[in-house]
């Protein structure tokens, strides 16, 4: 059972509001991820972070920030929401991936923008 | 282009009948190839992972077998069960730098019928 939490799991919010998405884990993983993924395509990197005070942006673009103060802990955040930014955003974190250790996925959170 | 692409996009079989989804990726430098499991509005939950020298590895009724030689992988199901109805991602990872970079298959949405 993954130990990695996602909230909101669903929202609705209005064109401009700001969000954080919300993303703890208690495994201790350095490495954790945002994807974004819309209904029936591929998952995609939007964030990663290495560990404490590092966060590189992934392959696809996106308006959303992410922080990494504490190594259970990575938000990502709109500062104004659009319709475009609506999607399932998936959280992840893992141990070194060359290693072949497992990726936990969080729940996902849901967000629609009005 | 590293890429990863999975078949049948879509899939319906009757409870209790067998069936084997298709992955086929270009990725390179290998370093390992995942398979999840993602019901609909959840996050992805870990079947199996295969190294460069594994070419067969089981979880229950999934059984998922790599050829690194033509690149190609599949995931068999046995005994499908109502539960199985979900989509099946094909992940792989390649050791070309210190992240270990995932690449993602769209998926095969599996249906199971009673």
């Known amino acids: 059972e993954a130990d990695i939490y996602q909230t909101p799991r669903y929202l609705v919010i209005g064109t401009g509001k700001k969000i954080t998405l919300e993303c703890s884990q208690t495994?201790?993983?350095?490495?954790m991820y945002w994807y974004q993924q819309d209904p029936g395509m591929e998952l995609h990197l939007i964030h990663y972070?290495?560990?404490?005070?590092?966060?590189e942006k992934g392959d696809l673009s996106s308006e959303s920030t992410v922080s990494r103060i504490r190594t259970e802990h990575f938000p990502l955040t709109l500062e104004s929401a659009r319709p475009s930014h609506t999607s399932q955003y998936l959280c992840?974190?893992?141990?070194?991936?060359?290693?072949?250790?497992?990726?936990?996925f969080g729940e996902g959170s849901w967000l629609t923008v009005v | 282009k590293n890429q990863v692409e999975q078949s049948p996009q879509s899939l319906i079989i009757l409870e209790g009948k067998n069936c084997t989804l298709q992955?086929?990726?270009?990725?390179?430098?290998?370093?390992?190839l995942r398979w999840y499991k993602q019901d609909t509005g959840r996050g992805p939950v870990s079947l199996t992972i295969?190294?460069?020298?594994?070419n067969t590895k089981s979880n229950g009724r999934y059984t998922a077998t790599l050829d690194a030689d033509t690149k190609q992988s599949s995931l068999h199901i046995t005994a499908s069960q109502l539960s199985d109805s979900a989509s099946y991602i094909c992940?792989?990872?390649?050791?070309?730098?210190?992240?270990?970079?995932?690449?993602f298959g769209r998926g095969t949405q599996l249906t199971v019928w009673p």
């Open positions: 972070s290495y560990g404490v005070n590092s966060t």
């Open positions: 992955c086929n990726y270009t990725v390179s430098p290998f370093s390992n």
């Open positions: 992840a974190s893992s141990e070194p991936l060359k290693g072949g250790n497992t990726i936990y």
């Open positions: 295969m190294t460069f020298s594994e």
């Open positions: 992940v792989v990872s390649d050791r070309g730098s210190t992240l270990g970079r995932l690449y």
């Open positions: 495994m201790g993983h350095d490495k």
